[in-house]
């Protein structure tokens, strides 16, 4: 194909004008690249102009996107577009089984003072896991403190001063890559700092960046708003609309009072924000953790979460993405109910087209839930119910992350239990808490909202699974327990297949930060209790005493992790299938592999377990003759050839 035909290949699908001034765009690059752009054009068209069909002139709107694609195409570096050659070449990049995720924060993770440079001389210990993706926590310029851990973004052009700068920034993803790791950054898609230069010029009373944020000049419509709307925050930031003084008016802040809500309605908020994507894409940023999308469409008479459009529109941001940095993946952060996690993976007409990741709270809180009650019918029934995501797709698989923990357990998937919703999320608050009796959790209350009962729970995995109670009683045997408990929970999130991402500090079993409201702007947000700076001196020590709880875990995650890598059967494209197994309180999950299925057992209590011998048969494998990859050895078998299982231990089961 010639450069004119190129052209022609645009001006057929996008309108004239923009079809021109794309041409003028890339005309100065080599042919080879001319040539791609207008056929990765010509294979999102349709796609791209559906997503935007919740607009009144998709094409006109498409076409200006284009316009914004053709433009970072051009500037987009050329070890960038290798790489998103790359990626084309291997789209299951991130569903591998050796894939391994770690998140933490910038200056939590870095020496003190050393920024995004410090991260780099780190990744000894990234490595030493297995770490192939790391999620730097939010490092775009915030508006001054308070600002909900970096959530609220006031440029997203530009670094954190303290912690360096975009060029640092490119620079650290080239050097996380050359060392096999992804780099992932948020996107803050729901809203914007007040101090943003949008907000600000709104405030400036300038109509066309008002029309960026919803405002009302009087309680009217925010009232009748209000009345199907939930609260986030109901401790803290109270209302989903904050009075503001400069504009006179009413203004949407579902967080806290100075996160202003984007107006997505507006299709000019469409493309500045498909621009920062295009811009964050070629600094090397491979992931983009689409923060709070749920909330990105509002509907009068409805809790304005989950709207049909956010999908629409996730479809058109990934399709300007993959024209132009197709190494660019999305990871949704909806923490829903079950009933509406799995369209952010793509459901019906959006299957596969909008993100490639997704958290998977539902399986993170149904582990805490089978700890805290001994008992899996909850989980495989609830898990079971989950629909298949599309198989390009993948989940994040987490055991607890930089937020609290909500208890998104359906009331149907408790009452087909013979559980009553209402209670058991109770229980698991109180329970989790410390306030239940028998506990072993150390978790922290947060937002209690005594008009629904809702209550959170704030901790590291270690303190909600009792490390920090077990070492205070000096009991050996209950501190077994709480390590066991820490590691099932990985093993879980480990075994389900999907992308598993580890919380910094989760891998030494570090407690909750005693210290966490010593920071002014952080007291008052318990959240801060699980987010403490990793304890360098704890991880150089790992290997002198292998028996601290901190080594214990460490090495049972490593080798947890080892054996994942080598398993096919894990990766992503495989459905996992939760099952009970007739052994109370042990939960499977079977996954038919084409290589023959794999058996990951579970025993989510501190009791010696039995797995019948016929149920492993049922699954498709015998008992005499598999091999349990976590251990790398045969199982131990009764003389009925049923498999024991010693507390807390995870088995994961293939054929010899
Ligand atoms: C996401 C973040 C959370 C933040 C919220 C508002 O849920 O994970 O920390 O408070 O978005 O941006």
């Known amino acids: 194909m010639t450069a004119i035909q190129d052209r022609d290949v645009l001006s057929t699908v996008v309108p004239i004008d923009s079809a021109e001034a794309i041409a003028a765009i890339i005309a100065p690059l080599p042919q080879h690249r001319q040539r791609t752009f207008a056929l990765r054009v010509r294979r999102r068209w349709a796609e791209l102009v559906a997503g935007l069909s919740v607009y009144p002139e998709p094409e006109v709107v498409a076409g200006r996107c284009l316009v914004l694609a053709a433009k970072a195409y051009a500037e987009r570096a050329d070890d960038l577009h290798t790489l998103d050659e790359q990626r084309l070449l291997e ?32 990744v000894e210990h990234l490595r030493d896991l297995g770490v192939t993706y790391l999620h730097l926590m939010p490092l775009l310029q915030p508006r001054p403190a308070p600002n909900d851990g970096g959530y609220a973004v006031a440029n997203y052009r530009t670094v954190r001063p303290d912690l360096g700068t975009t060029k640092d920034l490119a620079e650290l993803s080239k050097v996380l890559r050359h060392n096999g790791i992804s780099l992932c950054l948020d ?11 949008w907000a600000t010029a709104a405030r400036a009373g300038n109509q066309h960046y008002r029309d960026y944020f919803y405002v009302y000049d009087d309680r009217s419509e925010p009232d009748a708003l209000e009345a199907t709307l939930p609260e986030v925050f109901p401790d803290f930031a109270p209302g989903n609309f904050t009075f ?37 894409g070629n600094l090397g940023v491979e992931v983009l953790r689409l923060d709070a999308i749920a909330f990105t469409w509002k509907r009068k008479g409805t809790n304005s979460q989950n709207q049909p459009e956010v999908h629409a529109l996730t479809q058109a941001l990934r399709s300007i993405a993959r024209i132009a940095a197709p190494a660019v993946t999305f990871k949704a952060e909806a923490i829903v109910g079950p009933d509406d996690l799995v369209y952010y993976l793509g459901r019906g007409v959006h299957h596969g087209k909008v993100s490639d990741l997704a958290y998977h709270n539902g399986l ?11 008992d899996v019918t909850l989980a495989a029934h609830a898990l079971s119910r989950i629909p298949a995501t599309p198989t390009s797709t993948a989940w994040i698989t987490y055991l607890r992350c930089h937020d609290d923990i909500g208890w998104a357990i359906d009331d149907r998937d408790a009452g087909a239990v013979q559980l009553n919703g209402f209670e058991h999320r109770n229980f698991l608050s109180n329970f989790y808490a410390g306030d239940f009796a028998g506990s072993f959790a150390e978790g922290l209350v947060f937002q209690y909202n005594p008009e629904t009962g809702d209550k959170r729970i704030s901790g590291t995995a270690a303190s909600l699974a009792g490390v920090g109670a077990a070492q205070a009683s000096g009991d050996a045997r209950r ?18 297949g999907g992308l598993p991402v580890i919380w910094s500090g989760d891998e030494i079993g570090t407690l909750n930060d005693p210290a966490w409201d010593e920071v002014a702007d952080h007291a008052g947000d318990n959240r801060w209790a699980n987010r403490p700076a990793l304890d360098w001196s704890v991880v150089d020590s790992l290997s002198s005493d292998p028996s601290t709880p901190a080594a214990r875990v460490f090495t049972g995650m490593q080798s947890l992790l080892r054996a994942r890598a080598s398993l096919p059967h894990l990766h992503s494209a495989v459905a996992a299938q939760p099952l009970p197994t ?19 057992l579970y025993n989510m209590t501190e009791h010696e377990r039995y797995v019948p011998g016929w149920w492993l048969r049922e699954q498709g494998l015998d008992p005499a003759s598999v091999v349990d990859h976590v251990s790398g050895a045969a199982p131990e078998l009764t003389e009925y050839e049923d498999l024991r299982l010693s507390a807390y231990q995870p088995l994961w089961l293939t054929a010899q």
């Open 244 to 280: 503001d003084d400069d504009l006179q008016a009413w203004v949407w802040t579902t967080f806290n009072d100075y996160q202003w809500d984007l107006n997505w309605a507006n299709p000019n908020v469409f493309c500045e924000m498909a621009d920062v994507i295009l811009y964050l």
């Open 582 to 600: 007739s052994a109370p309180g042990v939960l499977g999950v079977l996954r038919r592999h084409p290589i023959g299925p794999m058996v990951g």
């Open 91 to 122: 789209p299951d990049w991130f569903q591998q089984p050796s894939m391994v995720g770690y998140a933490a924060y910038t200056e939590r993770f870095a020496a003190p003072g050393t920024g995004l440079a410090g991260v780099a001389d780190r």
């Open 364 to 374: 993170m809180v149904q582990i805490w839930s089978m700890l805290a009650s001994r």
């Open 187 to 197: 996107i803050v898609l729901n809203h914007v700092a007040r101090e943003h230069a």
């Open 479 to 496: 501190l077994d327990d709480a390590i066991g408990r820490v590691l099932i929970g990985h093993a879980v999130i480990l075994g389900w």
